[in-house]
């Protein structure tokens, strides 16, 4: 990736954070990791690692951009509606098993861009459905599992296109690193004390208990209600399984569940959302009794369009998000292309899937029970932005009174 020994130390630092903060290994727990090949260094980094905590075995499984686009380029049409569900069926036994999460994500944002959007969105489609019974051990949080970032020449080359490789690449490295607060003597004392902020908002949105939040900015006007009996997370946090993980590297959000039946009015992004290889910008919806029922976007209209028609719960909501606008991530001014890394700067909403931790005793309510409290149900979950410097946010309460959550983009 770099000579810089200051960067080749962090990927050091990172591997560590990733292991003993992200995923909080267990001595004798199996690993499931996923990467791109060009992050090798990492991956074997993250694997020592995970050996030096106890890990019973580590399983890594690669992706190349290159294999990607020659199916697009080469496959018969047919090709795709397939994904690799035995794959997935495998993971889904693997967590199953208690076995813990890695993904190492780094890819060439818009890798998919040139190629025909409605083969992409078949073959997103057909592998979220493949992928529902693993994704759903990862979203119920059965299992400790994380989430980390490579710096690829690929991605470098989208943020800042205008440098040359080496430049863009040790510049992402010195965002992603700094974002990942392992740019210090004691990465994992600094998680500590960012956990506990993080814990601190979490406690005192659970102690206000709204019924909705109201965003009001350019071109944003929307309440969403909140689902009944939910719960603000943020931070660290404990899987069913008992290990108390991050599940993001970075993260700078508190977030929980909104009522998929409880969100009014119209919203427009404020960042370009990277889906699937392709760019979503412009966005603009407007909801009725939770569901979108106008859309459009100035680009990528038509991936939004056949998103929001993935299944029924994708066009209602299921995560709002509040990250303040002076959150390092944000004040970098760099658009990553990530969702890991934008919608750590700023407020998002996500559609699709609803986190089922995010409610009072969450690990043990049944589907109904969560539908019943107004959680959403999905096989997608795409997060995007809504959040600026303008952002004002309030929460109502159950007798309708106002408490200030946000001003102009800060905690009030
Ligand atoms: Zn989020
Ligand atoms: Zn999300």
Not at 117 to 142: H, Q
Not at 184 to 199: I, S, Y
Not at 200 to 219: I, S, V, Y
Request: with cysteine; net charge negative.
């Amino acid at each position: 990736m770099t000579t810089d020994p200051v960067l080749t130390e962090a990927l050091d630092k990172l591997a560590e954070v990733a292991v003993r903060v992200g995923l909080n290994l267990q001595e004798g727990q199996d690993l499931v990791l996923t990467a791109p090949v060009e992050a090798l260094p990492l991956v074997r980094r993250i694997t020592a690692a995970a050996y030096r905590a106890g890990a019973g075995l580590v399983t890594p499984i690669l992706s190349d951009s290159g294999i990607a686009l020659a199916r697009f380029e080469n496959a018969n049409d047919a090709s795709f509606d397939k994904a690799a569900d035995w794959l997935y069926a495998g993971m889904a036994e693997a967590y199953k098993n208690n076995a813990a999460r890695l993904a190492i994500v780094g890819e060439d944002p818009m890798l998919l861009a040139e190629q025909d959007p409605e083969k992409v969105a078949r073959a997103g489609k057909a592998n979220s459905i493949a992928y529902k019974p693993a994704l759903e051990k990862i979203a119920n949080f059965d299992i400790n599992w994380t989430i980390v970032s490579y710096p690829t020449a690929a991605w470098a080359a989208r943020v800042f296109p205008d440098l040359p490789e080496a430049e863009a690449v040790e510049k992402l490295a010195t965002a992603l690193f700094s974002a990942s607060r392992v740019l210090n003597d004691d990465p994992v004392a600094n998680w500590t004390g960012h956990n506990a902020a993080l814990r601190e908002r979490t406690k005192w949105l659970n102690g206000q208990r709204f019924d909705a939040l109201h965003f009001k900015g350019p071109g944003t006007d929307l309440v969403v209600g909140l689902a009944e009996d939910h719960e603000w997370h943020g931070g660290a946090s404990t899987a069913t399984n008992g290990v108390t993980c991050n599940p993001n590297i970075p993260t700078e959000e508190v977030f929980t569940t909104p009522h998929s039946a409880r969100v009014d009015g119209v919203v427009r992004s404020t960042k370009p959302l990277s889906h699937q290889g392709s760019l979503i910008d412009g966005i603009e919806v407007r909801f009725e009794a939770g569901k979108i029922v106008e859309a459009k976007a100035t680009k990528g209209e038509a991936v939004l369009l056949k998103l929001l028609d993935s299944d029924e719960g994708a066009r209602r909501l299921g995560e709002v998000a509040l990250v303040p606008h002076s959150s390092p991530i944000s004040q970098s001014g760099v658009l990553f292309y990530n969702t890991l890394y934008d919608e750590n700067a700023a407020c998002h909403i996500a559609l699709g899937q609803c986190y089922s931790k995010c409610f009072l005793n969450g690990g043990d309510l049944s589907p109904e029970e969560i539908a019943a409290r107004g959680g959403n149900s999905s096989m997608i979950h795409v997060d995007w932005m809504i959040g600026s410097g303008e952002m004002d946010i309030d929460g109502i309460l159950q007798d309708g009174t106002r408490v200030p959550v946000f001003r102009a983009g800060e905690w009030a």
